[in-house]
Structure formats: C-alpha cells, structure tokens
C-alpha cells in the first residue's frame, strides 16, 4: 500500500488508515474477531490505526491495545479526547486539567506509554485555544504525544490555533481530521486549502457517507441511521436529491467497472490535499472490500463526471455538515444586547 507524509511531522503513513469506531459495543461487538480485522488491516499494508477515548465508552482504545501487543512499533497511533467522556462537565473539551486526565486514560486502554499523532476530536469554544496548545505541548515536550491534530474544526479556527501557536511558541496542530465523501463536498473551499496552507496532514473521514456510498439499496440501516434520521428519511427532499446522485453515481462507477466503494474512496484520496483516507468497517468482508480498492486511480473524465453529479464545495444535505458551528448560532442570547 502506497504512503505518504503526515503533514509536517515526518511520519510515514498509508493511504488508507484504520478508523476504530466500529469496534466495540458501537458496532463489532466480537473482540476476538475484532482483533482480527485490525491484524489483517496491518498485514495488507495499513500502518495508521485511529481511534479515540469516546468510542464505545473507551472499548475501541482497549481492543486497539489489544490488537498491537507485540507490532506497536510498526504502526503509527492515533486517538483523541474532547468528547463527553461522563456527565461531568470537567470531563470533556481542552482544558488543561481535562486534557491531563485524558491522555493517561488512553495510554492505559491503548497500553502503550506514548501516542503517536492526539487529536482534539471537536472544537472548545469555552476554552482558550492557547490554553489547549499549552497543555498539548507540555504532551510532546514530556515525549507521551509525538504530535498534535484537530479534527473536524472549521477553517477559521484552525488559523486562529496556528496564530495562538506562533505567538506564543507553542506546539502547534500538524493535523485536521475532516468529514469528507463525494456528497460532502463544504470543506473543499475552505478547510482543505488551510490545512494545504500551513502544511497539515488531512486525515479524512467518513468517504462512505455514512453508508450512502456503500452500494447498499437501503442505505438507512444501522445505528447511523438510528443516530441521525434527519440524514436518512427519504421524506426530506435534501435526501431524495442525495438518492438520485447515488443512483448517478453508482451508474457511473459501474460504467468504469469500479464498486461504488472503491470510486467513493479513490475520489478522496486524489484530492491533493489529503494525506490518508480513514477506513471504519465493522466486519471482515468490508475490510476485504475497501483494501481492494486501495490502488483505484480515478481518470480526469470520471472526475470531472462527478464534479457534475456532485458540484465542488457542496453538501446536497446541510445535515451531514459535522464542522462544529459556533455557540452564538444556538444560543440567542449570544446573538443580542
């Protein structure tokens, strides 16, 4: 499996990693298989594993821990924190004194004594983003963090973190970690060109749009589903629209004699922007399925047809739209004198 660099952080990552979501109570419930997909993501070539406290109440990091006894070395680690780890509301978000806490916890589930890439899963309004970078630093200085990352952060707030950074010496983030997929297509205008700015390393998520790409007919199944109808009733026209660009798109992977899943993951990694795609099955035949469209070059005819389908820069559904919108936005009280 070809690799390229993380960013600025000289690190040597493939271009698909493994994300862990899918393991544990959250999805794949049989640790011992598993264990198994995570070997077998290894032994095809995968070498960037990702997870993060808040999946599965910490069960992925443990599986994750699990699964590396014995290849820690070979694999380059990701995780993160900020998520709701409790009801405490000092048990989420960048503070200093949560950040602290965080890490030990998952340098125990993960059993290892250092992490490799830490992200801040979402975006703290409530904290100071050189309060964050501060408590981060202090991880890299100390050796138990090799770097930092964000993920899913809008543009402006990765520019005001690089700033904080600059001021006041600090460590900055060598990474973002992105919502991306042919029908989430809002960070092509503003986040992808930031990240290639400052030179981060982009490691995106969800090319399957959450099962919309996965050439399944019924695409609302599954906990997503479950989790988030407003992104799956087909009485919501945004989500008619999505069905007919499927049906577009399926037709057009079928003409180029590609899945559907391998054109979904194959558009994302040709963005030059991105560093490495996050792949999250949740059972050994879409491991198989996704690694075998790891070397799919897409041509500039294909591309430019699903340009057509799905316009650059747009979202068909605003639903599907993870960046973390400011608080002002929810709060009126944030909004009037």
């Not at 419930?29 to 960037?48: C, K, P, Q, W, Y």
């Not at 999505?242 to 993951?265: C, F, I, N, Y």
């Amino acid at each position: 499996m070809k690799r390229r660099i993380l960013g600025g952080t000289g690190m040597s990552v493939s271009e698909f990693a493994l994300g862990a979501m899918m393991f544990g109570a959250m999805g794949n419930t049989d640790h011992d298989e598993s264990v198994r997909m995570i070997h077998a993501a290894l032994d095809a070539g995968i070498n960037f594993v990702d997870t993060a406290d808040v999946y599965s109440g910490g069960e992925s990091e443990e599986i994750v821990g699990r699964a590396l006894k014995g290849r820690r070395d070979g694999v380059v680690l990701a995780t993160k924190f900020a998520m709701p780890m409790g009801t405490d509301e000092n048990q989420r978000g960048g503070s200093p004194r949560w950040i602290k806490r965080a890490v030990q916890g998952s340098l125990r589930r993960l059993g290892t004594d250092y992490i490799d890439l830490y992200q801040m899963h979402r975006p703290d309004y409530a904290t100071d983003i050189g309060e964050t970078l501060a408590a981060l630093s202090d991880l890299v200085r100390e050796g138990t963090v090799r770097a930092i990352g964000c993920s899913t952060f809008p543009a402006e707030l990765i520019v005001e973190a690089h700033w904080a950074a600059a001021r006041a010496g600090l460590h900055r983030f060598r990474t973002e970690q992105p919502r991306y997929s042919i029908l989430n297509r809002t960070i092509e205008g503003a986040v992808l060109p930031v990240a290639q700015r400052y030179g981060m390393g982009v490691l995106t998520y969800g090319p399957l749009a959450s099962g919309w790409l996965s050439g399944r007919t019924d695409p609302g199944q599954g906990h997503r589903a479950t989790l988030a109808p407003q992104a799956f009733d087909l009485a919501i026209p945004a989500n008619q629209a999505r069905q007919e660009a499927v049906r577009d798109l399926s037709k057009l992977a079928a003409g180029a004699g590609l899945p559907l899943t391998h054109l979904a993951t194959a558009f994302v990694r040709s963005h030059p922007a991105v560093t490495s795609v996050l792949i999250g099955p949740r059972t050994p035949e879409q491991l198989d399925d996704l690694v075998a469209g790891a070397d799919v070059d897409l041509s500039e005819d294909v591309l430019d047809r699903i340009d057509e389908i799905v316009p650059p820069g747009t979202e068909i559904n605003r639903a599907d739209n993870y960046l973390a919108a400011h608080p002002a936005l929810g709060d009126k009280r944030l909004r009037r004198r």
